[in-house]
């Protein structure tokens, strides 16, 4: 009888230990935190991969690239220019951002500004300026007049539009010229590098009386 009792008794007792220590293994293996003193690290969130092969990703994350984004620069609370794409490369170190077959506005006042096409747009963070290249379709606005250019340059210091190489139509009349440059809030523009003006005349017979 005491055998037994003795028995019932150590049973008893090792039951709540054999629970405790149950408990916190899994506390320990399984809730808590990590035991290197740093956060645990969520897992990257991928995205699914699209017919053609690419990924959508963050286009403020580094060294990435990324399908139709549109990016708009504001200089003291105002747009100074956007641009949308077909896709963007960005890579961190340079601070450069490449947006292929892009379109953008150049925002020059209150409805006005040149809106553009072209092969590429090159953005560079760290210089704060953006350079079009390519074979470059543009119009003036609110004029209208069409532009084609080899190349469109802006930086956040000046606020100056710079076209290389410009053809601009203006109704029946042509002006070429190496350079335009046009001044932010205004709507006066400069030409320089050999500046050609193309027009019609007109020609009227005049019949003198007899």
Known sequence: MKFESAGRLFYMALVP???GGLAFAIYFFVFSPSRSGRPVEPEAKLTEPKADGKTESDPVMPNVEVEKPEIS??????VA???SADSVKSDAETGITKLFNSHGLFVRGKDSGLD???PMTVYNAKEKSVRVEGDIQGRLLPEEHTLTAQSIDWNEKSGKVVAEKIVIQIGKAKLTGGRMELTPDSRRASFSG????EMPVERKTLRRGI
């Open 17 to 19: 230990i054999v629970v």
């Open 73 to 78: 620069h504001l200089v003291n609370g105002q």
């Open 81 to 83: 220019w956007t641009v």
């Open 116 to 118: 553009f096409s072209g």
């Open 194 to 197: 050999g500046v050609k003006i």
